[in-house]
């Protein structure tokens, strides 16, 4: 039981590149989140999921895009990386009445 | 708009002694409140909860007190120990139980010495 599995930990792409970050839970919990955690700002919610094929917006998903196709995975999808997007990002998944389990993020540098 | 507020970026105190760290909310709408635990290089883990039903709730050496008409909730730690330095993250939600998001605050770095 592996719990969330969030990859690359560590990534530098230059400004306008894309990449997606990769987000897996074999907990088979419904509900699927990404958060950005920015110094001093906490965390913010970018995107999340209650299901397989259901996505919805957070607090700050301009940006970004994802995809919900299985109940184990939840990519993240950065299309023109911008120096704004430089962060570290956490994948986290919980069940109904259950608290949220957290991988150990993806540290991300767009220069 | 900043719905969970920690405004005290950092606290410091001694080992044995009680560890008070604070939040408010603005969201009257929020139902259940969490906080959360992170290490350097780690994800946030899970702590402590309480549904806005309860006034206090207690595991071990951890409390969780919510003031409903001050939109305030309160993390004791009691007694602190090194181990406890970490920051610590508290999260709101309206509605935890349809799989709703968690709202967290800015966090607050504990440091608990020797």
């Known amino acids: 039981n592996a719990g969330v599995t969030q990859t690359p930990k560590f990534r530098i792409l230059k400004i306008g590149q894309s990449m997606t970050l990769q987000c897996a839970q074999d907990?088979?919990?419904?509900?699927m989140y990404w958060y950005r955690q920015d110094p001093g700002m906490g965390l913010k919610l970018i995107y999340y999921?209650?299901?397989?094929?259901?996505?919805d917006k957070g607090e700050v998903p301009n940006g970004y895009n994802v995809s919900r196709s299985t109940t184990e995975d939840f990519p993240l999808r950065l299309e023109l990386a911008a120096p704004s997007q430089t962060s570290v990002y956490f994948c986290?998944?919980?069940?109904?009445?259950?608290?949220?389990?957290f991988g150990n993020g993806t540290r991300l540098t767009v220069t | 708009d900043q719905q969970v507020k920690q405004n005290s970026p950092s606290l410091s105190v001694q080992e044995g002694r009680i560890s008070i760290l604070n939040c408010d909310y603005t969201n009257s709408m929020f139902d259940y409140f969490l906080w959360y635990k992170k290490y350097p290089a780690e994800g946030p883990t899970f702590l402590i909860s309480?549904?806005?039903?309860?006034d206090k709730n207690e595991d071990g050496r951890f409390t969780v007190f919510l003031n409903k008409s001050a939109k305030h909730l309160s993390l004791h730690i009691v007694p602190s120990q090194p181990g406890d330095s970490a920051v610590y993250f508290c999260?709101?939600?309206?509605?935890?139980?349809?799989?709703?998001?968690?709202?967290f605050g800015q966090g607050t770095e504990l440091s608990v010495k020797p």
């Open positions: 999260a709101a939600t309206a509605d935890y139980n349809q799989g709703g998001k968690l709202i």
């Open positions: 999921s209650v299901g397989a094929g259901i996505t």
């Open positions: 907990m088979n919990h419904n509900y």
């Open positions: 986290a998944s919980r069940q109904v009445n259950s608290p949220l389990h």
């Open positions: 309480i549904s806005s039903i309860k």
